[in-house]
Nanobody, 112 residues
Framework: QVQVVESGGGLVQPGGSLRLSCAAS?????????MAWYRQTPGKEREWVAG???????PYGDSVKGRFTISTDGAKNTVNLQMNSLKPEDTAVYYC?????WGKGTLVTVSS
C-alpha cells in the first residue's frame, strides 16, 4: 500500500518563500502517472496548483503562475513545490496527490 506524506508547511511573512515536499512510501512499482499539488481553504473546493504527468509539466493554477515551481527528484517518487512571493491569499492546506493517493496535507500560513 502506498502512503503519501507532505512536509515543509509553516508560517511565513508575505513576500517570503517556502518549499513543500511530498514523498511516497510503500509498494511503488512503476511510478506515478500524475504528481500534483492542490490546496484548500475552509468553505472552498480543493484548488489545482501544479502538476507533472507522464507527458510533462502541466499548466499552473492561474493564481500561482510565475511564483510557484513544481519539481521531482530523479527517483520520481518525490515531488516538491517551491513557493515564492507568497501572499496572504496563499494561506491554505496544501495537498499532494501521487497517482490516485492523497496525502493528509500540510498547512501554509502567510501572515505578518
Amino acid at each position: 500500500q502506498v502512503q503519501v506524506v507532505e512536509s515543509g508547511g509553516g508560517l511565513v511573512q508575505p513576500g517570503g518563500s517556502l518549499r513543500l515536499s511530498c514523498a511516497a512510501s510503500g509498494r511503488i512499482i512503476f511510478g506515478f502517472n500524475l504528481m500534483a499539488w492542490y490546496r484548500q481553504t475552509p468553505g472552498k473546493e480543493r484548488e489545482w496548483v501544479a502538476g507533472i504527468s507522464n507527458f510533462g509539466l502541466m499548466p499552473y493554477g492561474d493564481s500561482v503562475k510565475g511564483r510557484f515551481t513544481i519539481s521531482t527528484d530523479g527517483a520520481k517518487n518525490t515531488v516538491n513545490l517551491q513557493m515564492n512571493s507568497l501572499k496572504p491569499e496563499d494561506t491554505a492546506v496544501y495537498y499532494c496527490k501521487l497517482g490516485q493517493v492523497w496525502g493528509k496535507g500540510t498547512l501554509v500560513t502567510v501572515s505578518s
